[in-house]
């Protein structure tokens, strides 16, 4: 580091460099919401949910231990604590509109997350040791009949007992969603897990913190790494605040001088670049070092993701993030339009695209290549069906496309931080990155520069997960745009096969999703099958769908549920296992 850095114990023992990992799967689980994303109205239920029900359990029951929030309440308490000055006074003044005097004295203070759980989210039982401690606590705060996960569907009796009070800040909330969730754009690149990038980009962020310091007046703008330190920290808001007042001290008023992220009110692009280039400036003039380069630059939001690319494998699926399956239904309830002007935000119009990251078709590729391996499997082991290789990819494809349709009823998501492919997100230590040393020399400024994804940035993303690695490999080819040369998985029996390009089975871990993608007509298949299957699911239901098309029952990997039925699923009716919490206490399954 450079002598002239400011060094923070504070910081240094909080590991930055690993709490971050938290924050990014958090990210990614967001950007997998689906119904148009947490955008629009979800965004709205989302904070309303959050003030109204986590504020008044997180007073009352709070253990961070014991409970994690629903993913939609942590990212809005996330939003929240990313301006660390509203979120005290808003704390402050739901205090003084608590009823009892206890509870004001309590709220007086921010509800601070410890941060060994600061990023956690869903309900599963790992993390939720007592579930029906949770079912009370949760009933104690929430309105009758509303349920921890999946949120109410717009127009429900529970969307409308939801919004039935007024709030003080989610509207707020809401409107500041979008901000972040865009970040996580510039953070798919591979190297933003490097584990020596990582290093360099929290000492970075000390550098930034000193250049506020000695520059207090200037609206700092930081590059994509240091980004992502300085938003991973404000979401550990009292570890953030103890720094705040060791390195800016406090007010006249005794107050700490908390340093927000003043960069994401300014709207105005040319203005934004030139704070960059001041920033820049700064930085340079005071530790003769380079600010920024190809790896740390933004990516511009005009800059595809390689997996949201039309020409991708699954481009064809990604509908299933933002269509919805009952928007004719929805479109002429009329108290939706009066939940979007109470919150200020525009309502979204039929056919309006979805912004998102590329986060969502990198983990619907990761669900429609694991559900590939082991549907894979079980059409090879079942002695019952003929097991021609044109037999074994079509009954692989339709369980594929089962899981990709019931993601837009709130099945097969990444909702709860134990799933397996947030899981796989960790760091490696390859070090195939080109990070800024600490002795890198002056460059110019790249905010206009368009920093660019690499085919296989998807599959690099995953180095430290040997397993999702080799789970996807697979796709490499397809992703670069090269031919597999009429490569496919052969079966047994099958003498007809060129043996240089045939396997009986694929390699162990890998899966033969992509392989069966380029076979010839695969592709239109693929499509006709995600049209049928929607309109079952849209017509009879998830769970009739479900059973249509899987060989075998999935297993639940995502958030628990309670109850029976929702707006969304009949429980009883699902092809899968482990949906729901087996609750003692008797409020549900």
Same mark, same amino acid.
């Given at each position: 580091?450079?002598?002239?850095?400011?060094?923070?114990?504070?910081?240094?023992?909080?590991?930055?460099?690993?709490?971050?990992?938290?924050?990014?799967?958090?990210?990614?689980?967001?950007?997998?919401?689906?119904?148009?994303?947490?955008?629009?109205?979800?965004?709205?239920?989302?904070?309303?949910?959050?003030?109204?029900?986590?504020?008044?359990?997180?007073?009352?029951? $709070?253990?961070?231990?014991?409970?994690?929030?629903?993913?939609?309440?942590?990212?809005?308490?996330?939003?929240?604590? &990313?301006?660390?000055?509203?979120?005290?006074?808003?704390?402050?003044?739901?205090?003084?509109?608590?009823?009892?005097?206890?509870?004001?004295?309590?709220?007086?203070?921010?509800?601070?997350?410890?941060?060994?759980?600061?990023?956690?989210?869903?309900?599963?039982?790992? $993390?939720?040791?007592?579930?029906?401690?949770?079912?009370?606590? /949760?009933?104690?705060?929430?309105?009758?009949?509303?349920?921890? /996960?999946?949120?109410?569907?717009?127009?429900?009796?529970?969307?409308?007992?939801?919004?039935?009070?007024?709030?003080?800040?989610?509207?707020?909330?809401?409107?500041?969603?979008?901000?972040?969730?865009?970040?996580?754009?510039? /953070?798919?690149?591979?190297?933003?897990?490097?584990?020596?990038?990582?290093?360099?980009?929290?000492?970075?962020?000390?550098?930034?913190?000193?250049?506020?310091?000695?520059?207090?007046?200037? !609206?700092?703008?930081?590059?994509?790494?240091?980004?992502?330190?300085?938003?991973?920290?404000?979401?550990?808001?009292?570890?953030?605040?103890?720094?705040?007042?060791?390195?800016?001290?406090?007010?006249?008023?005794?107050?700490?001088?908390?340093?927000?992220?003043?960069?994401?009110?300014?709207?105005?692009?040319?203005?934004?670049?030139?704070?960059?280039?001041?920033?820049?400036?700064?930085?340079?003039?005071?530790?003769?070092?380079?600010?920024?380069?190809?790896? !740390?630059?933004?990516?511009?939001?005009?800059?595809?993701?390689?997996?949201?690319?039309?020409?991708?494998?699954?481009?064809?699926?990604?509908?299933?993030?933002?269509?919805?399956?009952?928007?004719?239904?929805?479109?002429?309830?009329?108290?939706?339009?009066?939940?979007?002007?109470?919150?200020?935000?525009?309502?979204?119009?039929?056919?309006?695209?979805?912004?998102?990251?590329?986060?969502?078709?990198?983990?619907?590729?990761?669900?429609?290549?694991?559900?590939?391996?082991?549907?894979?499997?079980?059409?090879?082991?079942?002695?019952?069906?003929?097991?021609?290789?044109?037999?074994?990819?079509?009954?692989?494809?339709?369980?594929? !496309?089962?899981?990709?349709?019931?993601?837009?009823?709130?099945?097969?998501?990444?909702?709860?931080?134990?799933?397996?492919?947030?899981?796989?997100?960790?760091?490696?230590?390859?070090?195939?990155?080109?990070?800024?040393?600490?002795?890198?020399?002056?460059?110019?400024?790249?905010?206009?520069?368009?920093?660019?994804?690499?085919?296989?940035?998807?599959?690099?993303?995953?180095?430290?997960?040997?397993?999702? $690695?080799?789970?996807?490999?697979?796709?490499?080819?397809?992703?670069?745009?090269?031919?597999?040369?009429?490569?496919?998985?052969?079966?047994?029996?099958?003498?007809?096969?060129?043996?240089?390009?045939?396997?009986?089975?694929?390699?162990?871990?890998?899966?033969?999703?992509?392989?069966?993608?380029?076979? &010839?007509?695969?592709?239109?298949?693929?499509?006709?099958?995600?049209?049928?299957?929607?309109?079952?699911?849209?017509?009879?239901?998830?769970?009739?769908?479900?059973? !249509?098309? &899987?060989?075998?029952?999935?297993?639940?990997?995502?958030?628990?549920?309670?109850?029976?039925?929702?707006?969304?699923?009949?429980?009883?009716?699902?092809?899968?296992?482990?949906?729901?919490?087996?609750?003692?206490?008797?409020?549900?399954?």
């Amino acid at each position: 580091m450079h002598p002239g850095v400011y060094r923070s114990t504070n910081v240094s023992n909080l590991a930055l460099e690993q709490k971050c990992v938290g924050l990014l799967r958090l990210l990614h689980a967001v950007d997998c919401f689906p119904r148009g994303g947490l955008h629009s109205y979800y965004a709205v239920a989302a904070a309303v949910r959050y003030e109204r029900i986590w504020v008044a359990l997180m007073r009352k029951s $709070y253990d961070s231990s014991q409970i994690s929030p629903p993913l939609d309440i942590a990212f809005a308490w996330f939003v929240h604590r &990313q301006d660390p000055v509203a979120y005290i006074q808003d704390r402050q003044v739901d205090a003084a509109d608590a009823v009892d005097a206890a509870d004001a004295v309590d709220a007086a203070d921010p509800i601070h997350p410890d941060s060994r759980y600061a990023f956690k989210f869903g309900l599963a039982p790992d $993390y939720i040791p007592s579930p029906g401690m949770f079912n009370r606590a /949760w009933a104690e705060a929430a309105p009758s009949g509303h349920a921890p /996960w999946p949120p109410p569907s717009p127009g429900s009796p529970q969307c409308s007992s939801l919004f039935a009070e007024p709030t003080v800040f989610a509207a707020r909330v809401a409107t500041s969603m979008g901000r972040f969730t865009r970040m996580l754009r510039s /953070w798919l690149r591979p190297q933003f897990l490097d584990e020596l990038f990582l290093e360099r980009a929290a000492e970075r962020y000390l550098c930034f913190r000193q250049l506020h310091r000695d520059h207090p007046e200037v !609206t700092l703008v930081p590059t994509a790494d240091i980004a992502l330190m300085w938003h991973t920290h404000l979401g550990l808001s009292q570890e953030y605040a103890e720094v705040c007042k060791e390195m800016f001290g406090t007010t006249a008023q005794g107050e700490v001088n908390l340093w927000r992220p003043d960069y994401l009110d300014i709207t105005d692009q040319c203005q934004l670049a030139a704070l960059y280039v001041e920033t820049a400036r700064l930085f340079r003039n005071k530790y003769e070092l380079a600010y920024d380069s190809h790896e !740390t630059a933004w990516v511009a939001d005009t800059v595809p993701y390689p997996l949201a690319n039309t020409g991708s494998p699954l481009a064809y699926a990604l509908r299933v993030f933002d269509d919805n399956p009952d928007q004719v239904k929805q479109e002429n309830i009329s108290s939706i339009s009066l939940i979007f002007k109470d919150a200020g935000i525009p309502e979204p119009q039929p056919g309006e695209p979805v912004v998102r990251n590329g986060a969502h078709a990198l983990y619907l590729t990761w669900l429609a290549a694991h559900r590939a391996m082991l549907a894979y499997e079980t059409v090879m082991d079942c002695c019952c069906w003929k097991r021609s290789h044109e037999t074994t990819c079509d009954k692989t494809l339709r369980d594929v !496309t089962s899981s990709l349709v019931s993601i837009a009823y709130f099945l097969e998501l990444p909702d709860t931080d134990t799933h397996p492919y947030l899981m796989a997100i960790k760091t490696h230590n390859h070090d195939s990155t080109s990070a800024l040393p600490c002795n890198s020399t002056v460059s110019e400024p790249l905010l206009r520069t368009m920093a660019a994804f690499k085919p296989a940035d998807p599959i690099e993303y995953f180095s430290g997960h040997q397993d999702t $690695y080799m789970l996807l490999i697979g796709l490499l080819p397809l992703l670069e745009n090269s031919k597999l040369q009429g490569a496919v998985w052969s079966t047994p029996g099958q003498g007809a096969m060129d043996p240089n390009t045939a396997l009986t089975r694929p390699f162990r871990g890998q899966s033969p999703f992509g392989s069966i993608l380029a076979t &010839q007509g695969t592709a239109t298949k693929a499509m006709e099958l995600l049209t049928s299957a929607w309109e079952l699911a849209k017509q009879r239901g998830v769970g009739r769908m479900q059973r !249509t098309y &899987q060989v075998m029952r999935h297993r639940h990997y995502g958030c628990k549920v309670y109850d029976s039925s929702n707006d969304y699923y009949q429980l009883n009716t699902l092809y899968m296992t482990g949906v729901a919490f087996i609750n003692p206490y008797g409020n549900g399954p």
